[in-house]
C-alpha cells in the first residue's frame, strides 16, 4: 500500500476494537446472560458449570463462525460491486445465494439430507454453478458487460427462487428441514460446518487483495483500464471467482444472509475511500461486525427466544438499500 494509507490506521484499529467488543458481547449475551469474566474463565480452561458450557459449546461456535462469514460476505459484495461498478451490487447480483439456496433444497429433496454439515458441498456447488452461468449470460463479444452480468445475474436469482419455491412445496418433509436453513442462521451451526469451506473462503479472500489495485482501475471504465495496461477481462474474472469462493462458503455454512454484502462496503467507503486496498481490509472488519451485531441483536429483541440472523439483516438492510437506489438514481 502506498505510505498515505497508514493515515487510516487509527480508523482500521477503532474498527478492530469495535469488533473485539462485539465478539464478547456474541459470546456473552443471549437467553442466559454470562458475565464477562466467566466467558474469559471459560474460554481459557478457568470457569466450568452451565455457563461455561454454554459460552464454549454453543456461542463460540457461532462467534466463530459469525466472524468468518461475515468477513466473506463484506469483501465478496465489495469486489462484486467492482467488477460489475454498480454500487447496488452484492453477492445476490451474481445469483449465488438462489443457486446455493436451489442446490441445498434439491440435495433435501432427492436424497433425504438432514444434517447442515451435508449441505455444504452442495450448497457451494450451487453457487458456484450459478455464477459461471450468470457470467456466461453476461459474455458479450468474448468479454463480460458489467451491465448484463448485474441484469443476468437478477434475472437467474427470480427463477432459482421460484423453483426452490416449487420443489419445497413437493414434499413436507423438504419444507420442513430447508425453511430453517433458507432463513439464514448462526445458531445451531457446529463448526464442523465451517471447516470444509474454511480452505476455498481463505483463497477468495487472497485472490480478492490480490487484484485489489487492478479494481481500482476497472472504477475508470474499460476503455481506461486497458489504456493502463489492466487486462479487464482477466481481472473482472478472476474478482468473479473470488465472490464465487467468498459468497459461495458463507451462504454453505450459514444459509442465504441478506444484505451483509451490501451494506459492509458502503460502510467502509465513507471511512477509507475508495481504494480497494483499503475498503477489502476494511469490509474484512466491517462484515463480521454487522453480522455479529445484527446477531446480537436477534438474540435480544424477544429474549428468551430469538430472531434468525437472516431475518434481522433483511429486516434492517431493506431501508438501507432503497436509500443507495434513491442514492443512486439522482
Known sequence: MPFRAFRHIPL????????SLCTALSLALGARSVPIRTVVDALFGGAHGRDALVVTGLRLPRTVIGLAVGAASGVAGAVAQAITRNPLASPTTLGINAGASFAVVVAIFALKLNDPVEYVWFAFAGAA???????ALARRAG????VRLALGGTVLQLVLLSWTSAVMLLNQRTLDEARFWLAGSL??????????????????????LA???????LALGDDSAQSLGVPVARVRLAGGIAVVLLAGSAVAVTGPVAFIGLAAP????????GDHRLLLPGCLIAGPLLLLSADVLGRMVLRPSELEVGIVTAFLGAPLLAVLARKVAR
Do not use: Y
Not at 482500521?12 to 469488533?19: D, N, P, T
Not at 451451526?189 to 476455498?200: E, I, K, N, Q
Not at 458502503?266 to 475511500?273: A, C, I, K, S
Open 266 to 273: 458502503h460502510l467502509v467507503r465513507p471511512l477509507l475511500g
Open 187 to 208: 445458531a445451531g451451526r457446529p463448526l464442523d460446518t465451517l471447516w470444509p469451506v474454511l480452505p476455498t473462503l481463505l483463497l477468495g479472500i487472497v485472490v480478492a
Open 12 to 19: 482500521l484499529l477503532a474498527g478492530l476494537a469495535a469488533l
Open 129 to 135: 454453478a450459478a455464477a459461471l452461468f450468470a457470467q
Open 211 to 217: 487484484v485489489s489495485p487492478a479494481l481500482n482501475a
Open 143 to 146: 468479454d463480460i458487460d458489467p
